[in-house]
């Protein structure tokens, strides 16, 4: 079992930038491949970035290209999505996702079944 726990998120100005962290705890961290999803209201949970075990790859959503870096700190057992040009888009709850090593292909580790563990989400609203 895995347990996460995301930190940071809040009320930013578009434009603007937040960071937020995923502790985990329970396994061996750098076994596990990480990724940050968000969920709008009345939308479905979408992908927004992996970082996969190995620390050799890492993938991001179309729409976050370029304004959003996935980062690990396998001594900390944290995840960290830096979210920079913020846009009113960007509001959602963020959860932070746990995969158990294994095959971190880009099919897998980009969609919500692709992940075992899940935290409990952290709400960040852009304001216009």
């Known amino acids: 079992q895995v347990h996460m726990v995301e930190s940071g998120g809040g009320l930013v100005q578009a434009g603007g930038s937040l960071r937020l962290s995923c502790a985990a705890s329970?396994?061996?961290?750098?076994?596990?491949?990480m990724g940050w999803f968000r969920q709008a209201p009345g939308k479905e949970r979408e992908f927004v970035a992996a970082h996969s075990w190995n620390g050799i790859s890492t993938y991001y959503a179309d729409s976050v290209k370029g304004r959003f870096t996935i980062s690990r700190d396998n001594a900390k057992n944290t995840v960290y999505l830096q979210m920079n040009s913020l846009k009113s888009e960007d509001t959602a709850v963020y959860f932070c996702?746990?995969?158990?090593?294994?095959?971190?292909?880009?099919?897998?580790?980009?969609?919500?079944?692709?992940?075992?563990?899940w935290g409990q989400g952290a709400q960040v609203t852009v304001s216009s």
């Open positions: 996702a746990a995969r158990d090593r294994g095959v971190a292909t880009i099919s897998i580790v980009t969609v919500v079944t692709g992940y075992e563990y």
């Open positions: 329970g396994r061996t961290f750098s076994t596990l491949t």
